[in-house]
């Protein structure tokens, strides 16, 4: 992220009362002609110019959130204090995330690094006791795997101690960098989940592009560790950042991409690079842009001029590796909005998009909060709202090779049933918020789902996300998106809506499943 502020702060996100509108609109199947992503990701990916395609030559989106920790003096994902990893991995997935990327610092390959402020409590990560950062990681990457979720690994900072300019320093150079890229790189090789690895994290000034000095140009750097990676695991993807400054125009650390045009990045192996801009609002730093009176219909030159134009000029992929806000102000809300719709909506343009992914799913990220708010439980529907027309569909379950999980489905010929709880999050009169959590309560896994009740009142649907649905009279049925009809055995998913008036109470549902 933009500053080095942003870590284990005590964030309170404040919740948005009012139901989204447009930016709360239930993710689609794409339109008719176009590839599924729902039947893609498959093995490893490859790039055919602006877009990434799976083993079997089908695109696929990638739509995900960033989970941090590793990165910081936990030397693990945060939350797992309150948490199982497990419930936390399948929260994600019942939410529509296809991928997860994971910072790291280079201080979890020190043979003396173990996580800590892991809770065991009542069975919680049971499997996690005794085992040292890296291991804990490749317990996070086989599960994530198993859910259909794949990974990226992201080099955070040299070490927990905070984020550095250039990807090396004095404590940490460039060639222990390299090396514990290429062990990553060795660890996972064969297991699909993990997809490619952002080389480093946000370089900024005096980080330059395509200046030619081998101390400052992280293009040439970027270059040498990605041959590195590929020298060892051909198929991975590498996934490179901007900087902050090219030729004197300043943006957010690691979201100016403006030298690519002139200096792309070349590899030895071909169509294995993405690039990767962040981008922010204000309650992380102001900008010019947000203050321009014709803000926010400036913001999509503003992000063409950056990054977008990399992928409107069919040059590579783009993947917006951070984006967030605690959606407090109204020009963050006009931002989200406007950079969602950059973005491509998935049921219009399927995977031919921006590739994304969130940040964060932290609620302890201080000045963007998370997905989950301080409970550690409990979802930011409103947050999660404005994503849903960009989320896509998850990927075949199991990454194969090393760690591979296999097939998280229940045994054959089991029972398809499932369980629905109602919570009615806020009713101010007018109108209301609301999420249902859906249970795959039986012995196999999920392929669909749907959830029916009766409101007592006059109660209408006025907006929902994560579910389609169709209201007569006070009855509603409401069924999964493409994204969450997949259930594991003990596993869930959510979806929300906003109605009015409000004083509806909280109806008896009832859940049917395949």
């Not at 989106?61 to 693990?76: D, S």
């Not at 997860?100 to 892991?118: C, E, G, H």
């Not at 029916?452 to 209408?460: I, V």
């Amino acid at each position: 992220m933009f500053r080095s502020l942003r870590r284990a702060l005590c964030a309170v996100a404040a919740a948005l009362l009012l139901p989204l509108g447009a930016g709360a609109q239930t993710a689609h199947a794409a339109e008719p002609g176009t590839v599924r992503a729902a039947e893609a990701g498959a093995g490893y990916w490859h790039t055919s110019g602006r877009q990434i395609l799976d083993a079997a030559g089908q695109p696929v989106r990638v739509a995900g959130i960033n989970w941090f920790g590793f990165e910081t003096a936990n030397y693990v994902v945060h939350g797992l204090w309150s948490r199982d990893y497990k419930s936390m991995i399948d929260q994600m997935r019942s939410l529509g995330y296809n991928t997860l990327r994971i910072p790291f610092s280079d201080d979890i390959f020190k043979s003396s690094t173990a996580p800590v402020s892991i809770d065991f409590s009542g069975g919680k990560n049971a499997d996690l006791q005794g085992l040292n950062s890296l291991q804990v990681l490749d317990r996070i990457v086989s599960y994530a795997g198993q859910d259909g979720l794949k990974v990226i690994l992201d080099r955070h900072r040299p070490d927990s101690a905070g984020q550095s300019a250039l990807w090396y320093t004095a404590a940490v150079p460039e060639s222990t960098w390299i090396t514990n890229l290429k062990s990553l790189a060795t660890r996972y090789k064969g297991n699909t989940t993990v997809v490619g690895i952002d080389l480093h994290n946000e370089p900024h000034d005096p980080a330059c592009w395509g200046c030619g000095d081998t101390t400052r140009d992280w293009r040439l750097a970027a270059q040498r560790a990605g041959n590195a990676v590929l020298s060892v695991n051909p198929e991975l993807l590498i996934f490179v950042e901007g900087v902050q400054t090219f030729n004197g125009v300043s943006g957010w650390w690691g979201g100016n991409l403006m030298g690519v045009a002139q200096y792309p990045v070349q590899l030895d192996v071909a169509n294995r690079v993405v690039y990767s801009a962040h981008d922010y609002a204000t309650s992380v730093a102001q900008q010019s842009w947000f203050s321009d009176p014709t803000f926010p219909n400036n913001m999509p030159g503003i992000w063409d001029k950056y990054w977008g134009y990399i992928f409107k000029q069919n040059i590579a992929p783009v993947w917006v590796g951070e984006f967030g806000t605690t959606l407090q102000s109204t020009v963050d809300q006009k931002w989200l909005a406007a950079l969602v719709s950059y973005l491509r909506p998935t049921s219009t343009n399927g995977a031919d998009s921006f590739h994304w992914t969130f940040w964060s799913w932290n609620p302890n990220s201080g000045d963007t909060g998370g997905i989950l708010k301080d409970d550690w439980q409990t979802v930011d529907t409103v947050k999660d709202g404005y994503l849903a027309s960009i989320k896509a569909p998850g990927f075949p379950a199991g990454g194969g090779g090393p760690g591979d999980p296999g097939d998280p489905g229940g045994p054959a010929g089991g029972t398809a049933a499932c369980t629905a709880a109602y919570t009615v999050s806020s009713d101010w009169g007018g109108g209301f918020n609301a999420e249902v959590k859906v249970t795959n309560s039986g012995t196999t896994a999920l392929k669909s789902w749907k959830v029916t009740w009766t409101w007592p009142g006059a109660q209408k649907v006025t907006s929902m996300w994560n579910a389609s649905y169709t209201q007569s009279g006070a009855s509603v049925t409401a069924a999964n998106a493409d994204h969450n009809g997949a259930v594991p055995v003990g596993g869930s998913a959510s979806f929300g809506f906003g109605g009015a008036p409000g004083g509806g109470g909280v109806p008896s549902v009832s859940c049917t499943a395949t």
